[in-house]
């Protein structure tokens, strides 16, 4: 019985899309990303180690754009949009203690995404989706440090590694991960073939490995949850039928 019911879901899915043309597009899409890293203070300093001191993490804005193509079928009111795109990603940690030391990291990551979307148009133009995608990280060592350390104690006779030997060892400790994610997404396609969009994604497995070392870095789930706001462009496929 359950195999029959599964069956009937089937044919009366393909049914459903087979009826009506298809509408196949292509077209480049951008615009601009807010992304933060999780937990990411727990990973620099541990919890209880010093005290006096704030560690605040900071989502970074960046640039994303790509190239889709979508799969619309009017009749059943969905689509399924491909993906392949750029990102930039990162986050802010700025340190600041009783004694006024003062560093800044910042962990920027870039990104090629490759996912897929269904989405539903409940009106004319009108669209929300949902997909799962992967981030390849290419730039897994893109981590930069700043301080005031040789401002603040270089006469003091205490001695502070400088900023170069400090984002070294940083680069060295940590390496960005690939990572899955989920989008959520809405937004609506004019009929003159420009459409714009939100999205929210959500990371659902770790983004960033601590490799072993000798400065209490600690490894954690390091999830990246972002929203972007994007503008895209479309062209029509002709009598394509093998799509």
């Known amino acids: 019985m359950k195999k029959l019911i599964l069956l009937l879901l089937l044919v009366s899915t ?12 292509y077209g480049i899409f951008g615009g601009g990303i807010f992304s933060k890293m999780s937990n990411l203070p727990d990973a620099i300093v541990p ?4 005290e006096n001191y704030t560690l605040k993490d900071e989502g970074k804005f960046g640039g994303t754009g790509g ?3 979508n799969w619309k079928y009017p009749y059943a009111k969905v689509a399924i949009q491909t993906e392949i ?11 600041e203690d009783a004694k006024g030391l003062k560093y800044k990291m910042t962990f920027g990551y870039s990104y090629i995404n490759v996912g897929a979307q269904f989405k539903f148009y409940p009106t004319e133009g009108f669209y929300i989706g949902a997909g799962p995608y992967v981030g390849f990280n290419i730039a897994s060592d893109n981590i930069k440090y700043t301080s005031n350390a040789q401002e603040i104690f270089g006469n003091s006779g205490v001695y502070f590694e400088p900023d170069a030997n400090v984002q070294k060892v940083l680069k060295e400790s940590f390496t960005g991960k690939n990572y899955f994610y989920g989008v959520l997404s809405a937004g609506y396609e004019f009929s003159s073939n420009f459409s714009v969009g939100a999205r929210y994604s959500l990371g659902l497995t770790d983004a960033l490995m601590t490799e072993e070392n000798g400065h ?28």
């Open 47 to 50: 919890k209880g180690l010093y």
């Open 67 to 69: 190239f889709f193509i």
């Open 216 to 243: 209490r870095y600690s490894e954690n789930k390091n999830k990246i949850n972002s929203i972007s706001l994007i503008i895209g462009y479309s062209f029509d496929f002709d009598d394509l039928g093998n799509f």
């Open 14 to 25: 393909k049914s459903l899309l087979a009826q009506g043309d298809r509408e196949i597009t």
């Open 85 to 95: 795109s750029y990102s930039g990603q990162g986050t802010d940690l700025n340190y």
